[in-house]
């Protein structure tokens, strides 16, 4: 059943008039033009598909539109503030942490999370906290070693 739903979507209200189950996902795509969260599986196993919501790192295939009402969204496509990339995607692009880019979206949201929530992770925490979000091309080593140093300038020291 349509429904209005009213969120904040990359810091802009949004307000959307469409099922409430359908997924946040195919909302994002192909309502509102959105194409950083991608469909790896469809099934949450491997993160191609997340975004930030609350602050919380969620798979956008995997929630329905209804769970976002009046709550905050952000995407890849939001994350920059004042045309200044964010601190994590600047180190990916310094440790060359992406080959195709299809996971990279979600890489850098899923470390955006886990970074707010514990600036200063071991690199034990990094890899289970990245453990379920999947790339194909191998980059993980060079990923690992971005959030490292991103987390490394948070703290003034090393993650290890």
């Given at each position: 059943m349509e429904?209005?739903?009213?969120f904040t979507l990359n810091n802009k209200p949004v307000r959307i008039a469409a099922d409430g189950e359908r997924k946040l996902l195919w909302v994002l795509r192909y309502d509102l033009g959105l194409t950083g969260p991608k469909c790896g599986c469809g099934q949450g196993y491997c993160g191609a598909c997340t975004v930030l919501v609350a602050g919380e790192a969620v798979r956008s295939c995997l929630m329905s539109l209804k769970d976002v009402a009046g709550r905050e969204v952000v995407t890849i496509e939001g994350l920059a503030r004042n045309g200044r990339l964010h601190p994590v995607q600047e180190a990916f692009m310094e440790h060359d942490a992406m080959q195709c880019g299809y996971c990279t979206p979600g890489m850098i949201l899923e470390a955006v999370a886990l970074l707010r929530k514990n600036p200063k992770p071991s690199r034990e925490e990094i890899l289970k906290s990245m453990d379920d979000n999947l790339c194909r091309c191998g980059a993980h080593?060079?990923?690992?070693?971005?959030?490292?140093?991103v987390a490394r300038s948070l703290s003034g020291g090393p993650t290890r």
């Open positions: 429904q209005a739903i009213q080593t060079r990923i690992v070693a971005a959030i490292e140093s």
